[in-house]
């Protein structure tokens, strides 16, 4: 039988997975609710180095980035567009806890290559932006105008006759061997990227999710010019078309998918005014859910039982950073039987 995949979701990871399949010249088809807010179309697309309250080096940035940059500058010149905007992370030191924590990390060498050692002096406009604990700039770094990838991806796989858009629902008692059947075609393997609702779903609701509901701002502000990504406490994005976007919200406890509680955006708000010196206002939001799985950085791989069933997931907000690698793991393992390093694979979890 040819191979033939379906990918059941098409965010970051499917679409990531769609585009390595493509180019491998494998057929594949992705059906998606195409819904106006998901976590990876209201996500900042932020890639960074050094990260979290700790001030540590994200997860096989050394490897994860270089592929990462590649594949965008890829598809950007596949499909006639730029989405992915490399620019400097001003990371600006809220505490003296904050600074004893960088004065450990900054001499470890891992992370001297991250640290822009010309960076301009002072570091930010101290009239604009508060900086009473200095700070450091990273390079190496950047942001993915997810939407527009993803929309001009969903075009460029129509045109192709491989993106539906539609609901995919696969249970046990049709699915228990041989191909996976949906909707009168049949598929060799179907493949689940559908992020945090994964966890509603019979074939993997044994993954111990940790989904965490996130709210982003659009904000107007006097920003004297400034076109880095400065983060204190919250980031904001200078998105280079005069707006700006200020996040995120980290919620654990919710209902609702894209209605964010009212304390977590009010403390979003204060930290982007203690960011900000001058006056700012806030023009709108957007609220997703991220998935996120405990103490994994993201799982691939088949079904432990039914091997045609795969899974792509738990990118949490590291998605732009790590799906193209992830996805090219999984398709190395579907197609040529590669092994999934352990700490990876969804099957070991069970």
Known sequence: MTQRLLIIGGGLAGTALAWDLHERGLSFLIVDRDEPLTSSKVAAG?????????????????????????????KELKLGAR???????????????????WQRRCGQPDVQPYLNAAAQQPLVNDSIFTNSHGGFEQQHCGWLNTAEFLAASQRYFESLGCWQRGEVSLNHSNQSSGPVLWNGQSFTSAVFCTGWEAARQPWF?????????????????????????????????????????AGPTYEFDFDQPHTPGQEAVAELETKLRSLLKSPC???????GVRPIIQHRQALIGRHPVRPQIAFLNGLGSKGVLRAPWLARQLVEHLMEDRAIEPGLDVAGNL
């Open 46 to 74: 932020l890639v960074a180095p050094i990260t979290g309250l700790r001030l540590t080096l994200n997860w096989r940035y050394d490897t994860l980035y270089p592929e990462a940059l590649k594949f965008y500058r890829d």
């Open 83 to 101: 989405f992915y905007h490399e620019l400097p992370i001003v990371q600006l030191l809220r505490d003296d806890q904050a600074v004893m924590q």
């Open 281 to 287: 206002r806030i023009t709108g939001s957007q609220t």
């Open 205 to 245: 609701d044994w993954v111990p999710f940790r989904n965490g509901r996130g709210t982003v701002l659009q904000v107007t502000a006097d920003t004297g010019g400034e076109s880095r990504i400065i983060n204190r406490g919250c980031w904001l994005l200078p998105r280079g078309d005069g707006t700006l976007r």
